[in-house]
């Protein structure tokens, strides 16, 4: 792609390109906080201007969500209620801010709250009207639904430990919450040309997943001193590439910074004539690490940095915290598995009791869709671990149960072309009674459509929604098949089982059989996804008939 072809604003293309770029021209996404408490919210769904419902909206966290039953375009899809995402750095609650979250879910959400793999909680049945006085209740407690979607910064990730971790180098903490101290709601930085993702970790396990984000973090020591590696033009999606290392060493002082350079960076030189190359990882793909590096620190930084060394390899298995484990205080905290990322308003109020009746109050939200309490005295652990089962939050879960995550899915998003979270829930029961003695880690993830919100392409199994030819030739629910994505030691997306697309009625056969043939012909201690890069194409398939090696 050539330089003028993308319309980079540093090189003089300022003239909107397309109908997303001349809606930010028009108005910031940030003024329609404004309209929404003013007019929208008093006169209603059908008083609201299209370019703030299906673009500005975006930047306080609301999207329409699906209509039951609909078909069609995605405008032909649109319900009058909305999804709200709500934006909360690191992952980080008090169990006063957890209450007032499960309240706003049960006030005005018929109950639903979803935690996502970006730390955030989403509810849905959002009515227009109530968004003001949902804004105050989360706005009382210190939390928002700011930038939480649109073109602009996203919830800044880390690692849900980040302060109590036993091995972590360095409490992030301060950092991610410089960064949204200085940067939220800053005009600068709030029309990008696409979303930028940010994770900012201490972690000894880099569960803030650096490979796969816009700008990353990463704790390393280097002469001494403990700072971060920093990583560029990691993304998921349609066309997922792993983040590159600048090779450069960020000092904690520095880190807010550098933030801002790089930001700056992809809102002047990122490509915005096509939203498909919008993203920061094709700008780092046409220019390289070195040239990116130059860019930063002559037109953006205050000084340059210095060579660093690289991270240690993540481990093989990410961490998802689930268990109970001991902290750095000699304390523990508590994980525990929702199902497939679902819960309740009802559920959280509880969870955030438990907190204070167990621990100090403190809860986090991970990267893999779980809970964790924090500052569990260990004679306290296993009552804990009884009252959350009690609401069926896992945290001594099965390995399948521990490895699943589920992205929104048709029930709420116009985009996906199948039910996901019912459907992972029920996969993962079903599995479970197949499967009894199964002790071998395995990932699945289940998405409903290619953007990849539950990183279908890192997973042992990856379950792409797809509408596949059912039993009489029509079209009914199903899934493309990926296998064998990680991170960690030699990272890589999951390979796509060619001529397999499985409908969601056999779902269970399909993946008890690809279980059954993976435990039978694995090498000794061979993880899934090192036996999927070397499995032969007939062991993918749908198997009939008995297994054998």
């Known amino acids: 792609m050539s330089r003028r072809a993308g319309g980079q604003w540093a090189l003089g293309y300022r003239e909107p390109l397309n109908g997303n770029e001349r809606m930010k021209r028009d108005d910031d996404g940030l003024n329609v906080r404004e309209r929404i408490i003013s007019k929208y919210s008093k006169e209603g769904f059908d008083s609201i201007w299209p370019d703030d419902l299906r673009g500005r909206f975006r930047w306080w966290g609301l999207y329409t969500q699906r209509r039951a039953g609909a078909e069609g375009d995605v405008e032909d899809l649109e319900d009058s209620h909305f999804m709200l995402r709500v934006r909360i750095p690191g992952g980080r609650l008090e169990a006063g801010q957890l209450r007032a979250v499960g309240r706003v879910a049960q006030r005005y959400g018929r109950d639903f709250a979803d935690v996502t793999d970006r730390q955030n909680v989403q509810f849905h049945w959002i009515r227009i009207e109530d968004v003001p006085a949902i804004w105050e209740e989360l706005e009382a407690v210190g939390l928002n639904s700011a930038q939480a979607c649109g073109d602009v910064p996203r919830n800044v990730i880390g690692c849900a430990l980040a302060g109590v971790a036993a091995d972590e180098l360095i409490d992030a903490t301060s950092y991610i919450e410089e960064i949204e101290r200085r940067f939220l709601l800053d005009p600068q930085f709030s029309n990008l040309p696409r979303k930028f993702k940010t994770s900012v970790s201490g972690c000894a396990h880099h569960c803030g997943q650096h490979e796969i984000n816009d700008i990353s973090f990463v704790a390393v020591e280097h002469g001494g001193r403990v700072g971060f590696d920093l990583w560029v033009g990691g993304g998921l999606g349609p066309a997922p590439r792993l983040a590159q290392r600048l090779g450069a060493f960020v000092p904690p002082e520095r880190v807010a910074e550098v933030w801002g350079g790089v930001c700056g960076v992809f809102r002047d030189y990122g490509y915005r004539r096509s939203r498909n190359y919008a993203r920061l990882k094709f700008l780092i793909g046409d220019w390289g690490p070195e040239r990116f590096r130059e860019v930063l620190e002559r037109e953006y ?28 205080d000699g304390r523990v905290y508590v994980g525990a598995a929702p199902r497939a ?19 100090s109050g403190r809860v986090r939200l991970t ?5 964790v309490v924090l500052d569990v005295e260990p004679d306290r652990a296993d009552a804990l671990v009884a009252a959350l089962e009690q609401m069926d939050l896992q945290a001594r879960p099965s390995l399948l149960r521990r490895g699943t995550m589920a992205c929104t899915g048709s029930e709420f998003c116009k985009l996906a072309v199948v039910e996901t979270k019912n459907r992972a829930d029920a996969l993962v029961r079903e599995l479970e009674r197949r499967l009894p003695d199964l002790e ?11 953007n990849s919100c539950a990183r279908f392409q890192l997973a042992d199994i990856g379950l792409l929604g797809s509408r596949v030819p059912g039993a009489d030739g029509e079209r009914v629910e199903g899934f493309q098949v990926h296998l064998g994505g990680h991170l960690g030691p030699d990272p890589s997306f999951a390979r796509r089982v060619k001529g397999v697309r499985v409908a969601s009625a056999e779902l269970e056969d399909y993946l008890e059989g690809l279980l059954r043939r993976f435990l ?12 999927a890069a070397r499995a032969e194409d007939q062991w993918l398939q749908p198997q009939v008939g008995a297994l054998s090696a």
Not at 305 to 325: K, M
Not at 440 to 450: A, K, L, Y
């Open 520 to 531: 039978e012909t694995r090498a000794e201690d061979e993880p899934f996804h090192a036996w």
């Open 367 to 371: 990267t893999q869709q779980k809970l």
């Open 301 to 328: 930084l205050t000084a340059p940095l210095e060579d660093g060394p690289a991270p240690a390899p993540s481990p093989a298995a990410q961490n998802d915290h689930v268990g109970v484990v001991p902290q750095a």
């Open 341 to 359: 990322g679902r819960t309740s308003g009802s559920e959280l109020v509880r969870v955030a009791d438990l907190a204070d009746r167990f621990g």
């Open 440 to 450: 071998e880690p395995i990932r699945i993830n289940m998405n409903g459509c290619p």
